[in-house]
């Protein structure tokens, strides 16, 4: 796929949920647990092919050109694999027989109606493929780390005292717990140590603190502060250390620390616990035009009021908005301030501070578009997973039911034994039953 691809789907397509930071981010990149094979990634229906280091390209490239989204990407242990599988797969049968199919502006006219698909671990065959590539991927992971404790040309210098160490890996580790207090992990839960070791140098290397991830200006003043504050440890909060841990290959989708925190659940007696000392963590809502956030909704109602004059429950009071229109409004505009773009004209701007200048300074603020550009199924998506304000919407009136008519997606049916399927779907029931009352 040529490089001017990229431009030509533009750069604010958002092919998966975002998240607000809980921590203000360093700029960092996190590695992939991914395969980093150089076997490119084909589309799934044409001839277009791209490295792995431009997926984004290809998935946009899916999305505007085929209508396809492939959830969870990020969870794909191989996704070369995983695409040629399909590709294969969508020659031999229509996309409509593995996918979930979502209706856009499905109460407008006809000809203005679009089918997008959705495939995803919902699908029994889809989800065993993940499985199976996550399982060969940890198969490669074992492997490799048996290679590194099998090997005896290991070479390197500690990164504390410049003594040598020649032979197993685990010599040097074990001294750097021994002699420095320095330790990241059991030899025995690594693999890729040489990349570990490397990673550690060159933060130590920046005078970079391996744990607080602060800065210093000579290397005494480093070795003090890491010694004195007591962190000779690395952050493990830190993702960039992740693909160095065989536990984290474990499980699809799962960290070391969430195996591990179901680990210790197990070890718990159900009839011990102990719930009194139960501390919630606070709601931080944060607004829709900038980074301010609340630890309750009230107070972020009231700082969008006041900051920015944009009153969410007069809105909702005046259109009348239905729990589902509220999500899909909350979303749109969510996605139009990250794009830097002003909801209400459409106009794009080169940052955030742009667009909210001229939204105050237009009058845009409590000034929707038409209804139909945001009521839309692919506004039902967060634009941040993890939007709190989404979860304190509600129905003006909690007995009204008349938002069941709204288009929600629907989950596709388990086809793993498409022809028993069609043949006792609950839709080709329906049918047959209309067919017979007309």
């Known amino acids: ?23 203000p981010a360093d700029g960092s990149s996190v590695p992939s647990l991914q395969s980093s094979s150089s076997e490119p990634l084909v589309c799934l229906f044409c001839s277009e092919s791209i490295l792995q280091t431009q997926k984004d390209v290809l998935l946009k490239h899916l999305l505007l050109e085929h209508k396809l989204v492939i959830a969870d990407v990020k969870l794909i242990a191989d996704l070369p694999k995983y695409m040629l599988y399909w590709k294969g797969r969508f020659l031999e049968q229509p996309v409509t027989d593995f996918c979930s199919v979502i209706k856009t502006n499905s109460t407008g006219p006809v000809e203005k109606q679009e089918d997008y698909f959705l495939l995803c671990d919902v699908l029994p065959e889809d989800r065993i493929l993940r499985e199976k590539l996550q399982q060969k991927r940890l198969d490669d992971v074992l492997e490799q780390q048996q290679r590194e404790r099998d090997d005896s040309s290991f070479h390197r210098l500690c990164m504390f005292c410049s003594e040598e160490f020649i032979g197993n890996r685990s010599s040097l580790l074990n001294h750097m717990a021994r002699e420095h207090s320095f330790s990241i992990g059991l030899p025995d839960n690594i693999v890729y140590c040489n990349e570990f070791l490397d990673t550690l ?3 130590l290397d920046n005078l970079q603190c ?3 991830e602060k800065t210093f200006r000579d290397k005494t003043t480093l070795k003090d502060h890491m010694r004195k504050k007591a ?3 690395i952050n493990a909060n830190n993702r960039e250390y992740d693909r160095f841990y065989v536990i984290n290959y474990l499980e699809l989708g799962k960290t070391w620390e969430e195996v591990q925190s179901e680990d210790d659940r197990e070890l718990v007696d159900d009839e011990d616990d102990d719930w009194s000392d139960w ?3 606070p709601v931080s809502a944060v607004c829709l035009f900038c980074d301010h956030q609340s630890d309750t909704m009230e107070q972020v109602y009231a700082h969008m009021k006041e900051a920015h004059g944009f009153d969410l429950h007069n809105l909702k009071t005046e259109l009348n908005l239905k729990f589902y229109q509220q999500v899909k409004l909350v979303n749109f505009i969510r996605r139009q301030i990250h794009q830097s773009r002003c909801y209400s004209c459409q106009k794009t701007f ?4 742009d667009v909210l200048w001229h939204i105050v300074a237009e009058g845009h603020v409590m000034k929707l578009p038409e209804m139909s550009t945001w009521d839309q199924p692919q506004y039902y998506f967060p634009t941040y997973e993890n939007d ?7 129905d003006s009136d909690e007995g009204d039911e008349t938002h069941q008519s709204e288009d929600i997606p629907v989950i596709a049916e388990d086809i793993s034994d498409l022809r028993a399927l069609k043949q006792t779907s609950v839709l080709n029931q329906l049918l047959k039953n209309r067919g017979s009352s007309s």
């Open 210 to 212: 391996l744990y607080c």
């Open 388 to 394: 709190t304000l989404l979860c304190t919407l509600f």
């Open 201 to 203: 140098q060159i933060k």
């Open 279 to 281: 501390q919630a963590h």
């Open 1 to 23: 796929m040529a490089a001017s691809d990229s431009s030509k789907y533009g750069k604010d397509s958002i092919l998966e949920p975002l998240c607000f930071p809980e921590q």
């Open 350 to 353: 080169d940052s955030r501070e």
């Open 231 to 233: 962190h000779r440890r």
